[in-house]
């Protein structure tokens, strides 16, 4: 079985920025795309920021020029750089993942329990 721990969240002023992290741990021979979403209050999740086994990358139109993706394959993390955050980045970030335990195995889709990222005006 395959966990994903997200770490990085808190509190920040409008302008400031956080890096978000997230490890994935278990039985694991590849992991395929990771990505962030958000939710915020009263809203629908939705994709931040996506990035292949090839670091091809996916944004939000909210978040370009402003979030970056990144992911290190060796530590089977993927991290999201935040700049210039504003209030309505406010909510809860959860890591996504689609990961295969062995040769052969359909991919299964992985989510981690959410961390909270809240932006001060």
């Known amino acids: 079985q395959v966990q994903l721990v997200e770490s990085g969240g808190g509190l920040v002023q409008a302008g400031g920025s956080l890096r978000l992290s997230c490890a994935a741990s278990?039985?694991?021979?590849?992991?395929?795309?990771m990505g962030w979403y958000r939710q915020a209050p009263g809203k629908q999740r939705e994709l931040v920021a996506a990035?292949?086994?090839?670091?091809?990358?996916n944004y939000a139109d909210s978040v370009k020029g402003r979030f970056t993706v990144s992911r290190d394959n060796a530590k089977n993390t993927v991290y999201l750089q935040m700049s210039s955050l504003k209030p309505e980045d406010t909510g809860i970030y959860y890591c996504?993942?689609?990961?295969?335990?062995?040769?052969?195995?359909?991919?299964?889709?992985?989510w981690g329990q959410g961390t909270l990222v809240t932006v001060s005006s």
């Open positions: 990035i292949t086994s090839g670091d091809g990358t």
């Open positions: 278990g039985i694991i021979l590849r992991i395929y795309n």
């Open positions: 996504n993942a689609q990961t295969q335990a062995t040769r052969g195995a359909r991919y299964l889709e992985v």
